[in-house]
């Protein structure tokens, strides 16, 4: 056996059982290791590994233990690599694999490849300052089925937690609470400035949170996007840029365009300000007559002054409002969903596309798309497509066809095909919002059914934006189904 790692920071299981006590530090002994011992411990790893190698006796997760523990004795990846005669990229994802006792233990029961491992490893990470991350990656483990596909829509997640932190920094700044999900104003739980009045029942002023921050939420939300110039950042209209140029920096802008690669998108963040029920008395704002007698239900029959027909239509007015909130989670809700699904899509598509011969219906499938969807060539982002997933330009196919054999050319072709599919799904600005294809002609989308129905007969799994798209389920049940959001 390997020893596993020698490490100064508290294990996870200390960590939790801190907690739990109610401990807020976590006592760790540590000293320096002299330049012997840290070559010593090298040098013994390196060679239990080798050892273990001829034996064939060693799990993913007691290689992935060695390789974090010759990253905690000073070696980089390069040095791993050289060392255990692995690839840096395998060193590098097996070193963050290895930092974790779940990670390694999914390793070992097949729950993860050593990329998923390597990822909720550093989730784990993540958590130690978000303890709603360790609430949900438990709750992925749980299920136990899509794992790693739910660990990297947790990762993006976070990074739109991040993303959002950093817009609200102003507000923050100056005493706001930052409200990373829209709450719902329909039960009385939470006031927007709609809901409410000030003392002569006048509408709130938009300034009104800003005498009080530290009452108020401010929740951020990515509202769109704009493309603005790397620059000097002006705004510049997108049917103004040549998205064909992007990443060829010796091709040319067809005349009164851009080049691609001199632009980037950036989000539009919109801002909404929230109050909990519990800080409106220190505000002196009353709540709207509307609101009031929505709340109330029909206990106040006319004392609110509003009459059966008023209340009606506040009622409906509350509903539409909440109506319109839930709408925006969905949406958001299913967009990551979506940027995540094209992440394990475009990488199923890459191994797939790897092999010697094509899949057994790989022939039958081209046929049938191309006599009904041959103009799929035609979309803009074909050639980088197939540039990301088959890791050389397009433009080198037909020199890979004359030196290869009569099987891994039908691959070669059946690679054009797809990843010109793949073009089509995401289209020019790589979208994530392919759920909402069920309709079968949003943006121009025809034959996706049929392209994630072959990928699907080739092993890939679905996911529920996926099914979406295809029209095996609704958006609603697909949103329906990710219950961590």
Request: with cysteine; net charge negative; aromatic share 6%.
């Given at each position: 056996?390997?020893s596993?790692?020698?490490t100064?920071?508290?294990?996870?299981?200390?960590?939790?059982?801190?907690?739990e006590?109610?401990?807020?530090?976590?006592?760790?002994?540590?000293r320096?290791?002299s330049?012997?011992?840290?070559?010593?411990g090298i040098?013994?790893i390196?060679?239990?590994?080798?050892?273990?190698?001829?034996?064939?006796?060693?799990?993913?997760?007691?290689?992935a233990?060695?390789?974090?523990?010759?990253?905690?004795l000073?070696?980089?990846?390069?040095?791993?690599?050289?060392?255990?005669?692995?690839r840096?990229?395998?060193?590098?994802?097996a070193?963050?694999?290895?930092?974790?006792?779940?990670?390694r233990?999914?390793?070992?029961?097949?729950?993860?490849t050593?990329?998923?491992?390597?990822?909720?490893?550093?989730?784990?990470?993540?958590?130690?300052?978000?303890?709603?991350?360790?609430?949900?990656?438990?709750?992925?483990?749980?299920?136990?089925?899509?794992?790693?596909?739910?660990?990297?829509?947790?990762?993006?997640?976070?990074?739109?937690?991040?993303?959002?932190?950093?817009?609200?920094?102003?507000?923050?700044?100056?005493g706001?609470?930052?409200?990373?999900?829209?709450?719902?104003?329909?039960?009385?739980?939470?006031?927007?400035?709609a809901?409410?009045r000030?003392?002569?029942?006048?509408?709130?002023?938009a300034?009104?949170?800003?005498?009080?921050?530290?009452?108020?939420?401010?929740?951020?939300?990515?509202?769109?996007?704009?493309?603005v110039?790397?620059?000097?950042?002006?705004?510049?209209?997108?049917?103004?840029?040549?998205?064909?140029t992007e990443?060829?920096?010796?091709?040319?802008?067809?005349e009164?365009?851009v080049h691609a690669?001199m632009?980037?998108?950036?989000?539009?963040?919109?801002?909404?300000?929230?109050?909990?029920?519990?800080?409106?008395?220190?505000?002196?704002?009353?709540?709207?007559?509307?609101?009031?007698?929505?709340?109330?239900?029909?206990?106040?029959e006319?004392?609110?002054?509003?009459?059966p027909?008023?209340?009606?239509?506040a009622?409906?007015?509350?509903?539409?409002?909440?109506?319109?909130?839930e709408?925006?989670?969905?949406?958001?809700?299913?967009?990551?969903?979506?940027?995540?699904?094209t992440?394990?899509?475009?990488?199923?598509?890459?191994?797939?596309?790897?092999?010697?011969?094509?899949?057994?219906?790989?022939?039958?499938?081209?046929?049938?798309?191309l006599?009904?969807?041959?103009?799929?060539?035609?979309?803009?982002?074909?050639?980088?497509?197939y540039?990301?997933?088959?890791?050389?330009?397009?433009?080198?196919?037909?020199?890979?066809?004359?030196?290869?054999?009569?099987?891994?050319?039908?691959?070669?072709?059946?690679a054009?095909?797809?990843?010109?599919?793949?073009?089509r799904?995401?289209g020019?600005?790589d979208?994530?919002?392919y759920?909402?294809?069920?309709s079968?002609?949003?943006?121009g989308?025809?034959?996706?059914?049929?392209y994630?129905?072959?990928?699907?007969?080739?092993?890939?799994?679905?996911?529920?934006?996926e099914?979406?798209a295809?029209?095996?389920?609704?958006?609603?049940?697909?949103?329906?189904?990710?219950?961590?959001?």
């Amino acid at each position: 056996m390997i020893s596993t790692r020698n490490t100064p920071r508290p294990s996870r299981e200390r960590t939790l059982a801190a907690r739990e006590a109610g401990l807020a530090t976590i006592p760790v002994l540590v000293r320096e290791e002299s330049a012997d011992e840290r070559a010593a411990g090298i040098e013994r790893i390196t060679a239990q590994v080798v050892a273990n190698d001829h034996r064939e006796d060693l799990t993913k997760s007691q290689r992935a233990a060695a390789v974090a523990g010759l990253f905690d004795l000073g070696l980089n990846a390069s040095q791993v690599a050289t060392a255990l005669h692995v690839r840096k990229d395998y060193a590098d994802k097996a070193g963050r694999a290895g930092r974790s006792e779940r990670a390694r233990r999914q390793l070992d029961d097949h729950q993860l490849t050593l990329e998923g491992a390597a990822l909720l490893a550093d989730l784990e990470d993540a958590a130690q300052g978000q303890p709603w991350v360790t609430d949900a990656i438990d709750k992925v483990i749980e299920r136990g089925y899509g794992i790693e596909y739910q660990l990297r829509n947790l990762e993006r997640r976070i990074d739109e937690r991040a993303e959002a932190s950093a817009a609200a920094a102003e507000y923050t700044a100056r005493g706001f609470t930052l409200l990373h999900d829209e709450p719902s104003t329909k039960a009385g739980d939470w006031f927007s400035l709609a809901d409410l009045r000030s003392g002569d029942q006048d509408a709130v002023p938009a300034d009104v949170p800003e005498q009080t921050p530290h009452l108020w939420h401010v929740y951020v939300c990515a509202s769109g996007s704009v493309w603005v110039d790397k620059k000097t950042r002006n705004q510049v209209d997108e049917d103004d840029i040549d998205f064909d140029t992007e990443g060829d920096e010796e091709a040319e802008a067809e005349e009164g365009t851009v080049h691609a690669d001199m632009v980037e998108e950036t989000p539009v963040w919109s801002y909404e300000f929230f109050l909990r029920h519990d800080h409106r008395a220190e505000t002196g704002l009353t709540l709207a007559p509307e609101l009031a007698a929505r709340i109330a239900g029909g206990d106040t029959e006319g004392a609110d002054g509003l009459s059966p027909s008023q209340r009606a239509a506040a009622q409906a007015e509350a509903e539409r409002i909440e109506t319109q909130r839930e709408e925006r989670r969905k949406v958001k809700a299913l967009n990551r969903a979506g940027a995540t699904a094209t992440e394990v899509r475009r990488t199923f598509l890459t191994g797939l596309l790897a092999g010697k011969a094509a899949p057994k219906n790989a022939t039958k499938f081209i046929v049938v798309v191309l006599a009904a969807h041959g103009d799929v060539f035609t979309e803009s982002k074909c050639a980088e497509r197939y540039s990301d997933i088959m890791g050389s330009p397009l433009r080198e196919a037909a020199r890979k066809v004359e030196t290869a054999t009569a099987t891994r050319a039908e691959v070669l072709l059946l690679a054009r095909v797809l990843t010109a599919f793949e073009a089509r799904l995401t289209g020019p600005q790589d979208a994530k919002d392919y759920w909402r294809f069920s309709s079968k002609h949003y943006r121009g989308m025809v034959g996706i059914d049929t392209y994630l129905t072959f990928l699907a007969d080739c092993g890939h799994i679905l996911t529920a934006v996926e099914q979406a798209a295809v029209g095996n389920i609704t958006p609603d049940a697909a949103y329906e189904s990710m219950s961590d959001d």
